[in-house]
């Protein structure tokens, strides 16, 4: 997610936003601080304009 986010030149703020997420769960979510819901992750995704799948495999690796 954070490469992703940092390839568009987001900051976190502005992925929180696009995703309707707050910026805190956001910076959470790239410290790994969190468990993210799948939902959540769909939500991530969207924002980022790419597959629920690619979400999944750049975070397991």
Request: proline share 2%; hydrophobic share 40%; glycine share 8%.
């Amino acid at each position: 997610m954070l490469l992703l986010r940092q390839e568009r030149g987001w900051s976190q703020e502005e992925l929180a936003a696009q995703a309707k997420l707050h910026r805190n769960y956001v910076g959470s979510i790239e410290r790994s601080e969190r468990n993210v819901g799948i939902d959540n992750m769909e939500k991530v995704a969207q924002a980022l304009g790419v597959p629920l799948s690619d979400m999944l495999r750049e975070d397991s690796g």
